[in-house]
């Protein structure tokens, strides 16, 4: 699986915004870059994913580089419910012969602190 | 909000003893994953299901590790014989039409080894 880079830990103010960054240099062309959370004593919760293009939802924003080896996740206004280790995960398409049948590999991702 | 549940959610048992972990995905899903995360560690993967069969697994999914899916419903882990070093947080999830969607966690089942 290719590899991402996530700085370990990150600090933000309560209702500003947040950009987190995540390098992927080895990326492949067919890779997803998807994000995922987990909060305090809870599972995985998914936030967003892309391919190429740039990916608006209800919970972020997420920027993706023009060569694809970088993406930010943005949080547009934090709140201390956005308090979370946030995780950038490469993932190989099932439907493109990679034989990572879904599976998502988490690396040690951003600890993100918001504070009031 | 549709969501994944897991049982249960706190289980001790003694080294050697068979544990099963039960979870039960959202019900339109069709895959299926278990997940383990040591305290202060990583999520790992364990295993990938679909179709009634298991589509990848891990090197920690060894002899001692079984899934099922008995019914329509249920998705099981099985530990025949725990260890020590099995205690950790198993978590469920699971996926709709294509394991290229985001997947769906359940709130985790905490196994103690003692």
């Known amino acids: 699986d290719a590899k991402t880079t996530q700085p370990n830990s990150m600090e933000s103010n309560e209702e500003e915004p947040v950009h987190l960054p995540c390098n992927h240099s080895?990326?492949?062309?067919?890779?997803?870059i998807h994000w995922y959370r987990q909060l305090p004593s809870q599972g995985p919760e998914y936030v967003i994913h892309g391919l190429t293009s740039n990916v608006n939802n209800r919970m972020a924003s997420l920027a993706i580089a023009e060569d694809r080896k970088s993406s930010t996740l943005i949080l547009h206004r934090a709140t201390l419910r956005d308090a979370a280790v946030y995780y950038c995960?490469?993932?190989?398409?099932?439907?493109?012969?990679?034989?990572?049948?879904?599976?998502?590999?988490f690396g040690q991702g951003t600890i993100l602190t918001v504070h009031p | 909000e549709p969501e994944v549940t897991q049982t249960p959610s706190h289980q001790v048992t003694q080294m050697g003893q068979e544990v099963i972990l039960r979870c039960v995905p959202i019900?339109?899903?069709?895959?299926f994953y278990w997940y383990r995360q040591i305290l202060g560690q990583k999520v790992e993967f364990l295993v990938s299901f679909y179709n009634n069969e298991i589509s990848e697994k891990s090197e920690i999914f060894d002899d001692q590790f079984s899934v099922e899916r008995p019914d329509g419903s249920n998705f099981t882990l099985k530990i025949r014989s725990t260890k020590l070093e099995d205690s950790a947080m198993y978590f469920c999830?699971?996926?709709?039409?294509?394991?290229?969607?985001?997947?769906?966690f359940g709130p985790g089942t905490r196994l103690t080894v003692l």
């Open positions: 995960i490469l993932r190989v398409p099932a439907n493109a012969g990679g034989t990572s049948y879904g599976k998502l590999t």
């Open positions: 019900s339109n899903h069709l895959y």
């Open positions: 080895t990326i492949s062309g067919t890779d997803y």
């Open positions: 999830a699971s996926s709709p039409w294509t394991a290229n969607n985001e997947q769906f």
